[in-house]
Nanobody, 124 residues
Framework: QVQLVESGGGLVQNGGSLRLSCTVSGRTFSNAGMGWFRQALGKEREFVAAISSSGGSTYYLDSVKGRFTISRDNAKNTLYLQMNSLKFEDTAVYYC?????????????????WGQGTQVTVSS
């Protein structure tokens, strides 16, 4: 049974930082492309960042470039999202996702497994 468990969300002031983690079990992590997505209240789930299985390729939503960094530790089966200079509009539930291919991808439909989500709230 594949499980993705996110942690690290919380309440932070405008301009603050958070680091999200996603630990994967039940499947080989090191050959899987991974992504972070978010869903704000009343909105559709949107792509935030993605990383290839080796970590050699990364992609970002334009509005988070230069502020967020996706990374992974294949020895620990863990995906990370370092979020700096947080803004009110970053408030959302953040989900990690795993795809059964090694390449990174930006589309929700191309991911096979999802975590339960972690809330990130940025106060203005």
């Amino acid at each position: 049974q594949v499980q993705l468990v996110e942690s690290g969300g919380g309440l932070v002031q405008n301009g603050g930082s958070l680091r999200l983690s996603c630990t994967v079990s039940g499947r080989t992590f090191s050959n899987a492309g991974m992504g972070w997505f978010r869903q704000a209240l009343g909105k559709e789930r949107e792509f935030v960042a993605a990383i290839s299985s080796s970590g050699g390729s990364t992609y970002y939503l334009d509005s988070v470039k230069g502020r967020f960094t996706i990374s992974r530790d294949n020895a620990k089966n863990t995906l990370y999202l370092q979020m700096n200079s947080l803004k009110f509009e970053d408030t959302a539930v953040y989900y990690c996702a795993l795809r059964s291919r090694s390449l990174a991808n930006t589309l929700v439909r191309n991911y096979d497994y999802w975590g339960q989500g972690t809330q990130v709230t940025v106060s203005s």
